[in-house]
Structures are given as C-alpha cells and as structure tokens.
C-alpha cells in the first residue's frame, strides 16, 4: 500500500465523533460529510495518509478549506481529553495521601448552568472562523460550574463539545480489518456473516493463506499457492486472502508496470514498428483467470460469484481492471461446472471452429464475435477443467450452506496437508461436522468398508454406494478435527475505572472449524519395536577381583 492519497482510492475518513466514513477520492468533485461540511477532493490528492484536516469556513470556487493540524496542536488536545491538562488546585479537598483533591459533591447536573441558549449557539456557528473552536471555547467559558469539575469530568465535557462541533477528520487507508470493523459496527452485519477482525486473522493463520511467489513455473512442476474459496460474505473472505497474498492492492505506478513488462516471458510480447526508431517490445493485453501460481478459485452457486466488496480495493467484478493482480489470479467455477460441467452450456457447447480462409470474409462484427465467443469457451474449459482435476492447497469456506455437503465434494480435491477451514457465525453446524469427523465415526467407516470389500469376490470391485448413504463424509481423509472461537471483547482501562464495555456490539460468537487434508494408507499397519526388557540384577560376586576391592569390601 501507498502512504500518499491516489486519485480514485477508496479511504476511510475519521470524523471527531470516531465514526468512519468510506469515500472514493474522485478527482474534480466535492466531498461531503453532511454536518461537518465538505471539501474538495482536490485538496487532499497526494496528501500522506493518516494526516488530519480541520475544515475552515473560508471558502473559493471549489469549495471549504481546508488547514492541516500539526503533531503538538493534536498532541496537546489528547493530554486534555486524557484528564492531563493544568487544573488548578486551588479550594481543593485533602485526599488520603494529603494531596489536593477535587470531588463532584457541590455539582448539580442541570441545563442551566450554561448560560449560552441555542439561538446564541446558532449565531456562533454562522459568525465563527475557526472550524468549531470558538463556539467551543465560548461554551467552556460560559459554563457557570465549569471551576467545580473534576479532571476527569472537564476533560469528558471538553471532548464531547469538540466532537459535537469541531469539523475535522483524519485520513485512513482502507484495509480489510477496517473494513470489516466498519461493515459490523456501522453497516448491515448480517452481510458479511459477522466475520470479525479476529476471525478473518484465525481464518488466514489456519487456512496457511501466504504470498506463493509471482513467477510462472514450468510445465512438469506442480502450481503452487493455489487456494479453494467458497464465499458468501460479499468478497470480504477472498479480499483477506488476497490481501496475505500480496494481490490485492492495484499497481498503479509506471516504475511497477515497466517491471512486469521486463519479466514478461518471451511469448508474452510483441514488437511494433516504430518509423523514428528500432521495434520496441510490447506488452500482450492479459488473459483473464489465466495466471496458475499464487490464484484463488471462488466456487459459487449462482450465475457469478457476489464480491461487490471487492470494489474498495480497485476490482469491480462485473468491469474488471486489466492492470489489477486479481484480473488473472481470480478465478470463478460455479457448483454445476465442477459437479456435472456437460450440463453448463459455456462448458459443453464448444463454439464452431472456422477456418483462417472464412475468417476473412466475414465482417469485422461477426469476426469479433467469433473472437469473444470462442476466448470465453476456451477461458471457461481451462478453469473447470484445473479446478476439477483438484490439487489446491488449501481451502477456506464461509457459507450458510451445508459444511458437510461442501465439504464431500471439496475435500477429495485437495492435495496432501492442505488445511482446511470453515466459518460459521453459529456453532450447530460445526459441531455437527465434528461428530461426522470424529474417532467413532472413523473406525465405524473402516469396518464397513473393510466388511463390504470382503463380501465381493476376487474379480469384483466392492460396491460402496451404501458406505457413502450412511455416511456423509468420509471421515478417514480429514485429520484432526478442531473446532474453536476468538472473539475479543474491548475494554475500559482507566485508574480506578476497569471494566469491560456495556455497550459493545452483541450478535453472533464466530466458530472456526479447522482439518488437515490426508491420504489413508492402503495396507494393514502394525506396530512393530524392540520389546523393552528389565535389567536383571546382577549378583555381587564373593571373591574380591583386585587388592583395591579387598581394602573396598573390608
């Protein structure tokens, strides 16, 4: 990620009252934050991140001002709402240590100890300069009890009359853990499963969701970093993922892409005539979904996968950017194309071949449709086709459907040691799959399978359709089921004032299902070691072997 606002990014802007606004920063256009004002976006272009703006009242033709709060102006501010500001001691009660101490005993909490009324509060916001600092500064001084505040007390009243009318907000980057607190704490949680920062950390630490390196391999050696996702919390799984990936941010600087033109393979480029000069190389227009290291392949149950949160990072799954990583790395199958893909038509209806000699007659509408259809035949082939033949490294599933069901078609697909993860914001249905995976289940498999291959002959394969009805799942090829759930809860720590938050967000645990993906041995294994003895005691022996054993035993 870049540390400087770019054109067209999306960021999360900070408002005094910690609420989180995402914004794209959209060159020429205006920026509005409802009560607090709004600014160009002009302003901010190329600003480092995490700065913060106070909006001015001065305005120009494209709009508010906007002024950049320095490091001791806000430093300052967080020592007062802290209760570390200069109070003065004077009138002060003896605490038990002697040392002065105000108490709240004299206050009483009533409206009119403020003197100034809302009419006059209206007329300070239109007269006042400062962005909100001296209608602030105008309520602190026309407070009638203001001396009788405790620290604690004055700094609480001070922050809140800042957050209420001072007009400024700090600029954040957009990652997936903002975005996720931002979808569960201000947004529809149900959209996202209530995935959690937490849980989207256990879920790549399980999951063993890593960078697999950029640079395609040869033919005989097998792909690497090739992750199975089945999503259904608008994309949120897969941006986490790709993000540990290290393909998920966009490179937009030139510097990134005269590298990818310098790695370009040979095949890949294209040379082009140049009058003023020598044939300079060219970059071939990718292929999507083409990319077969370092990929994520979505399954999904519908006409396309929904990764509508995708937008936040660059990628619009509808319009796809061909400069984006996830262009070629992204990869989609549906559940007919990996279950019975003769029945998805794109698979099985293969577009006429026409030869080079027709090509040239027909028109340049109808070549290009020709063109389109047979690329998209040929894209959809090369996916179903790598994602049936299986070998992923990993997979990742957070769905509200069946696990088990996923699980007996996804697992058989996965190579040796491949982790394997499920979410789900209930736990019924992981404990049910535990029951599925467990000990009792597994040896209860093997005995009917080993009873059903005995009773068919030499020349017979066993038939094993009434193994698959009774049970579900095979339980012999996923080792060991753990089922487990984080969830953190914040806390208040204040001297004197520790105690968890009354008012933290309730909703759904989170629990996180976790397997190894292993291959069952055909052959009966038997234990087999030395077989350890107990040491005999030797006798003493009655004769003496030396004179140094004679003087020992004397």
Known sequence: MHSYIRPNQWVALKLPSDQLRLVQIIPNTTVSLNRFGNFAANQIIGRPLYFTFEILDSRDESGH????????????????????????????????????MRTNREIIDMNASQKLTLEEIEELKKEAGGAGRDIVAKLLESHSALDQKTAFSLAKYTLRKRKKYMKRF??????????????????????????????????????????????????EVKPHGRYAVVDETAGLVVAAMAERMGILYPHDT?????????DAPAEETAEIQDA?????????????????????TVIHAYAQPNLSLLKYFGYDSNNPDESHPLYTRLKSISWMQLVEPNSDPLYANEPPVISPEELVDLKQSKRTTYYHKRNRWQRVKSVVDEGRAGNFDGLV???????????????PLLAGSAPVVIYSPNVEPLVELMDMYSTARRTAFISKKR?????????????????????????TILLPPTLQSSRVRPWQVLPGRTHP???????????????????PTAQKIQAAGNVRHKRRKLEATSTPASDRDVEMTS
């Open 501 to 519: 938050l009354m008012t933290g967000r309730g909703g759904a645990e989170g629990y996180i299902f976790h397997g190894i993906r292993v291959f």
């Open 451 to 475: 009873e059903l291959e005995s009773k068919a002959s030499e020349a017979e394969t066993a038939d094993l359709t009434s193994l698959h009805d009774e049970f579900v799942v095979d339980p």
């Open 170 to 219: 700090t600029v954040l980057p957009l990652d997936v853990g903002l975005l996720a607190n931002y979808l569960m704490q201000e947004r529809d949680a149900q959209k996202i499963m209530e995935l959690r920062d937490e849980h989207i950390g256990l879920i790549g630490c399980w999951g063993n969701v890593h960078h697999s390196g950029n640079v395609e391999v040869a033919p």
């Open 276 to 296: 003023s000069g020598p044939p300079k190389p060219r970059r071939v227009r990718p292929q999507a979904m083409s990319a077969t290291t370092n990929t994520i």
């Open 65 to 100: 001002q906007l002024r950049v709060l320095s490091a001791t102006e806000l430093h300052a501010e967080t020592l007062i709402a802290d209760g570390e500001g200069d109070v003065e001691t004077e009138d002060l009660d003896a605490g038990e240590n002697g040392a002065p």
């Open 254 to 262: 030139e510097e990134d892409q005269t590298e990818e033109q310098q």
């Open 397 to 411: 599933v957070a769905t509200l459907l069946e696990p088990s069901s996923v699980l007996r078609t996804m697992v």
